[in-house]
T-cell receptor, first 114, second 112 residues
Framework: DAGVTQSPTHLIKTRGQHVTLRCSPI?????VSWYQQVLGQGPQFIFQ???????GRGNFPDRFSARQFPNYSSELNVNALLLGDSALYLC???FGQGAINEQFFGPGTRLTVL | AQSVTQLDSHVSVSEGTPVLLRCNYS??????LFWYVQHPNKGLQLLLK??????LVKGINGFEAEFKKSETSFHLTKPSAHMSDAAEYFC??????????FGSGTRLLVRP
């Protein structure tokens, strides 16, 4: 079975541009979460979606937005890119919410902002 | 704020010797805690999780962790390190809204 897939794998943008990152969860999983991992740090929570509704938002500016589609795939959008947005963006999927539902992580999209 | 603190940014061991990666948590209640491993250019993989059942939790690849409420600790151990264990390890807690809060990570180096 396919795991969590993310696209693209790498991306280079310039300041002020916007970017869309995509995530396909494991088949049957209804929850998708997004995390930002800056080099040398642990991942930080950005958003969680469950059954196509936003269920949690981390401490990120409004330039960050996301959505979940009827097939449970998800997009993360970042507008007006800053140098500090350069990071590995991770998507995780789980069947539901709660600690009993393991979150499976994708390989990530590495975003470089020049 | 609810958080986890990984006490060592780097740990270096010789192959075949024990591994100890330390993690303390802050919480006003018994949290759900996890250890994840991240190999270079690979996604995060769950090693084990504690969800208020047995305090000694066994995970994959010979790792285990013990939840000690009195010490607010959740240290990760393995009796004998293997070269393939070299990776970044994250102690993680789940907060009340089901989001994962990661520690800053411990890089494990395994010397031949």
């Amino acid at each position: 079975d396919a795991g969590v897939t993310q696209s693209p794998t790498h991306l280079i943008k310039t300041r002020g541009q916007h970017v869309t990152l995509r995530c396909s969860p494991i088949s049957g999983h209804k929850s998708v979460s997004w995390y930002q991992q800056v080099l040398g740090q642990g991942p930080q929570f950005i958003f969680q979606y469950y059954e196509k509704e936003e269920r949690g938002r981390g401490n990120f500016p409004d330039r960050f937005s996301a959505r979940q589609f009827p097939n449970y795939s998800s997009e993360l959008n970042v507008n007006a890119l800053l140098l500090g947005d350069s990071a590995l963006y991770l998507c995780a999927s789980s069947f539901g919410q709660g600690a009993i539902n393991e979150q499976f992580f994708g390989p990530g999209t590495r975003l470089t902002v020049l | 704020a609810q958080s986890v603190t990984q006490l060592d940014s780097h740990v270096s061991v010789s192959e075949g010797t024990p591994v100890l990666l330390r993690c303390n948590y802050s919480s006003s209640y018994s949290p759900s805690l996890f250890w994840y491993v991240q190999h270079p250019n690979k996604g995060l993989q769950l090693l084990l999780k504690y969800t208020s059942a047995a305090t000694l939790v066994k995970g994959i690849n010979g790792f285990e962790a013990e939840f000690k409420k009195s010490e607010t600790s959740f240290h990760l151990t393995k009796p004998s390190a293997h070269m393939s264990d070299a990776a970044e390890y994250f102690c993680v807690r789940m907060d009340s809204s089901y989001k994962l809060i990661f520690g800053s990570g411990t890089r494990l180096l395994v010397r031949p």
